[in-house]
């Protein structure tokens, strides 16, 4: 509550955002904690939700009011907290859920990579090497197990989403085999395989991500009769034949990784062979503030980024490929269609 003009001047919203800090950090330990999770339907006293999520009651009660602040969870006039729409999305149990997303985007390497911005911007490289003494993703599989499950379940949180408008967007008339290059967990191809009973699957993604693919594409599984589980590196080779290749919110890393993968793709496939990149635009998305952060987080762990509509058509194009339709999935996503030549 407050009796001063809420109205953001300039200046108000610019110490605001300098302490950005400070609301990732907040919505990470209210996730770490599960203080969403154990917040019911009604309203709870701090000294209610600090015994079920074990923490003292006053700092408790701090943390809900900064997250107030920001509309994630209420202040009610007899000082409890309420559930609003935002904070219901860090519940773990809450279709569509953000916690994983919240985890991931506030990771510990996180923090120690966003001071060093200023010198990936000054050199157009990533930081991560410097920091951590190899590649990211080296990194994450092998030295942070626990990150490398929250970016799992993460990537599995967003593919659930655009899952189901990628199944409903994508036309597979004439198609009876996908192969999704770098597919995470499947769900994308789990989702399309559910929807075409006739068309078979191949997902390839690094060795230590598949070993935790979609329980239906695995063996005993509803779909696997129909699905093949590859561990490998795309940007080495991708033993795959298939009339449609699915590649999402892959080609965000360096140039060389991106080109390496498109010409790995035109190699396996036969002429006349489906491509379909699928990608988050920085210059065309629901919110530019997500997209932005996100090609900046991407810079300093990968050095690559988002792209642009102009970017990811022309890296398509130099790699060989014929683009053809460029269009909106959802919000978030747009699909290059394009087929590898004769
Ligand atoms: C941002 S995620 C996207 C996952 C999935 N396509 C989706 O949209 O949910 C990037 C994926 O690329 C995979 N990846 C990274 N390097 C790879 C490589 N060299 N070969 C194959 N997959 C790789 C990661 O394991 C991860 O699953």
Redesign the pocket.
């Known amino acids: 509550m407050t009796t001063v003009d809420p109205t953001p001047a300039p200046a108000v919203r610019l110490r605001e955002l300098v302490f950005g800090a400070a609301f990732a950090g907040a919505v990470r330990a209210a996730a770490r904690l599960g203080v969403a999770d154990a917040l019911g339907d009604a309203p709870a006293a701090p000294k209610e939700l600090a015994a079920s999520v074990k923490t003292e009651a006053q700092p408790l009660k701090r943390l809900l009011r900064a997250l107030s602040a920001h509309g994630i969870f209420e202040e009610t006039a007899d000082g409890r907290f309420a559930h609003t729409e935002m904070s219901r999305l860090l519940r773990e149990d809450t279709p569509g859920s953000l916690r994983y997303i919240a985890l991931w985007c506030t990771e510990p390497w996180t923090w120690e990579a966003w001071p060093r911005l200023d010198e990936a911007v000054r050199t157009g490289k990533h930081v991560f090497h410097d920091l951590y003494g190899k590649e990211f ?1 080296d990194y994450l ?1 092998n030295d942070a197990p626990e990150s490398a499950h929250v ?2 379940r993460a ?2 949180t ?2 659930r989403q ?1 899952a189901r408008d990628i199944a409903e967007f994508l036309d597979l008339e004439g198609v009876s085999s996908i192969a ?6 499947g ?2 191809l789990a989702s399309l395989l559910e929807k075409h009973p006739e068309v078979h699957g191949t997902l ?3 060795p230590s ?1 598949v070993a935790n693919a979609d329980s239906r594409l695995r063996e005993g599984g509803p779909l696997a009769a129909r699905a093949q589980v590859v561990g ?5 080779n991708i033993p795959v034949e298939a009339d449609l290749y ?5 080609l ?2 360096d140039d060389e ?1 991106t080109r390496r ?1 498109l010409r790995n793709v035109i190699a396996a496939a036969r002429p006349g062979a489906r491509v379909v990149v ?1 990608e988050n635009l920085v210059d065309d998305s629901l919110s530019m503030k997500f997209t932005t952060a996100m090609d900046l987080l991407l810079l300093l762990n990968v050095g690559g980024g988002k792209h642009t509509m102009q970017s990811m058509t022309e890296r398509m194009e130099q790699s060989g490929l014929q683009v053809g339709d460029i269009r909106q999935v959802n919000g978030f996503l747009h699909a290059f269609d394009s087929t590898v030549p004769a």
Request: glycine share 12%.
């Open positions: 993703f599989n970016f799992d990537m599995t967003s593919s655009s999704d290059i770098g597919g995470g967990q769900l994308v390839l993604d690094l991500v490998g590196d795309c940007r080495r699915i590649i999402k919110n892959i965000e890393w990784s993968t699928i």
